[in-house]
């Protein structure tokens, strides 16, 4: 069948041929980005063993890759919206796949880190282009159910990904984590080429910002630097130096942010204080994430004497029950409003870590599995459920509809930089050594004092709902509101990407979405 042409773009029906084609090449796309972000914390311990690195070089495993996707997110929904979305989409899976052969390839802890880098900027192309080609492929009427598809498959894939991931590690070996996404493009590039149309926003136009990318990737990478280096170095000037450094980057960025005519994040959008607390509350519970799957990864390997495949399969209950639930609770919230939900859900999802606390040497057990980690994850899973639809539905609400699209971008671009910085700074803060991994007491020791912390962003983010987050305002024109339309989700990297809301008068979008 041949590629339907810029005519047919916007017209292509779920149960046709060519419907189903696009929802496959945007399922295998989105899951290769999603996959590598949480199975990676199952192969660690395995990495650490073979490559003979220590936990700082673990740690910028996992970093390496969030830097570049939570820095560049911004900018590679611009680029497809300007050049392709198919075009932007394709760059970014071949580039993606041959990082993921350089990591599987990697003789040592440098070049694989690098390789992360490199995988987090096709990540950054390919995470918003998958969406954006369902949004601009399907006939109005179908998009719904299409993004629907697109969200629930994506939410199966997440969901068996850890238990494959650990299969993979302890069968031909971690690199096989990596290498595995050689097939999975071997099939999405060329379906992307000939059954999906190619489509543009013909309001994009000016220059992108690529300065306010670099100085915000650059900020996080210095401030990661410092935290992730402490601990070994000390209070050195090397480290001293890379804090200032990012903090006064930090700083640039935002100034740049404000004086630029067509910003990659438009400080307008924070005008809205309901935007503001709900990005606030996202930074608290995904910083709390992001080092809970990290730590809690190692501890059961480690500490609790589990195979990659059992760590995997313990911490499946909790995406199993995103991936069921999730819907429901996102029209729960739409009843009661978002406030109990983004107040309740961060306190359940706190007593789930602090149930962490029992996972020991005795929990290899299937009776310690039962009493040890399953009431853990299982009650984490239930506090996830309970926020992660309200919270990117209040997201959604609290702007414009025009700006629907930006406003998940940035609400998600938020989540993994505090999931990054989150991986850097719980181990220095917790007294974890270089070689911690590798000494079950010590990181147990460390595990300890580290989960109540991660319960404790959690615990803050629920008072500031609490305190500040209220229903949304009614729109008269219920047209006029955003709404999530990603009701499956099971990452735990970050909230779902929503695609940008349709509307007759869109001369605005194309400099909210980082283009003048």
């Given at each position: 069948m041949p590629v339907p042409d810029a005519a047919e773009t916007g017209a292509i029906r779920v149960a046709s041929?060519?419907?189903?084609?696009?929802?496959?090449?945007?399922v295998l796309g989105s899951s290769m980005a999603m996959l590598d972000s949480t199975v990676i914390n199952v192969a660690l311990p395995r990495i650490g063993k073979d490559l003979g690195t220590d936990l700082a070089a673990l740690q910028w495993?996992?970093?390496?890759?969030?830097?570049?996707?939570?820095?560049?997110?911004?900018l590679g929904g611009a680029l497809g919206d300007r050049y392709g979305r198919r075009r932007v989409f394709v760059v970014g899976v071949v580039w993606f796949t041959a990082a993921?052969?350089?990591?599987?390839?990697?003789?040592?802890?440098?070049?694989?880190?690098?390789?992360?880098?490199?995988?987090?900027?096709?990540?950054?192309l390919l995470t918003p282009g998958s969406l954006a080609l369902i949004q601009a492929?399907?006939?109005?009427?179908?998009?719904a159910r299409a993004v629907g598809l697109w969200s629930g498959l994506g939410g199966v894939g997440a969901a068996i990904g850890p238990f494959v991931g650990g299969w993979l590690v302890d069968g031909p070996g971690w690199r096989w984590v990596f290498l595995l996404n050689v097939p999975l493009a071997a099939v999405c590039v060329p379906v992307a080429l000939r059954?999906?149309?190619?489509?543009?926003?013909p309001h994009a136009h000016g220059r992108f910002d690529v300065l306010g990318a670099v100085l915000g990737a650059l900020a996080l990478a210095l401030v990661t630097y410092a935290l992730i280096e402490a601990p070994g170095q000390g209070a050195s000037a090397v480290v001293i130096g890379a804090a200032v450094a990012g903090v006064l980057l930090g700083a640039v960025f935002v100034r740049v942010e404000r004086t630029?005519?067509?910003?990659?994040?438009?400080?307008?959008?924070?005008?809205?204080?309901q935007f503001t607390v709900v990005n606030i509350i996202t930074l608290c519970v995904y910083a709390a994430l992001g080092g809970y799957f990290f730590l809690s990864a190692i501890q059961l390997q480690v500490v609790a004497g589990y195979s990659a495949l059992g760590a995997g399969t313990a911490l499946l209950p909790t995406t199993v029950l995103m991936l069921l639930f999730s819907a429901a609770s996102g029209e729960l919230g739409q009843r009661i409003g978002p406030r109990i939900p983004l107040t309740a859900g961060p306190l359940v999802a706190a007593a789930g870590m602090l149930l962490m606390l029992r996972v020991g040497p005795g929990s290899k057990t299937v009776s310690g599995y039962l009493t040890d980690v399953l009431p853990a994850v299982a009650v984490l899973g239930v506090g996830l459920v309970t926020v992660v639809a309200p919270l990117t539905a209040t997201v959604l609400a609290s702007v414009d509809t025009a700006r629907a699209g930006l406003a998940s971008g940035i609400n998600n671009a938020a989540a993994r930089a505090a999931g990054l910085i989150a991986v850097a700074a719980l181990p220095l803060l917790a007294g974890m050594g270089p070689e911690a991994y590798r000494i079950p007491d010590e990181f147990a020791a460390t595990f300890r004092r580290a989960m109540p912390m991660c319960a404790g962003l959690l615990v803050l983010g629920a008072v500031i709902a609490w305190a500040t987050v209220r229903r949304p305002s009614a729109v008269p024109d219920e047209e006029e509101q955003a709404r999530p339309e990603c009701t499956v989700h099971c990452g735990i990297a970050a909230p779902p990407l929503e695609p940008a809301q349709e509307k007759e008068d869109r001369g605005d979008e194309g400099e909210d979405r980082g283009t003048g």
């Open positions: 041929a060519a419907g189903r084609w696009v929802v496959l090449t945007t495993t996992v970093n390496a890759y969030m830097l570049t996707l939570a820095g560049l997110i911004l993921s052969v350089l990591c599987g390839l990697a003789p040592n802890a440098a070049v694989l880190i690098s390789a992360r880098a490199l995988q987090g900027i096709g990540g950054a492929s399907f006939h109005p009427d179908d998009r059954h999906v149309p190619e489509s543009r926003d630029r005519a067509a910003p990659m994040l438009p400080p307008s959008v924070f005008a809205s204080r």
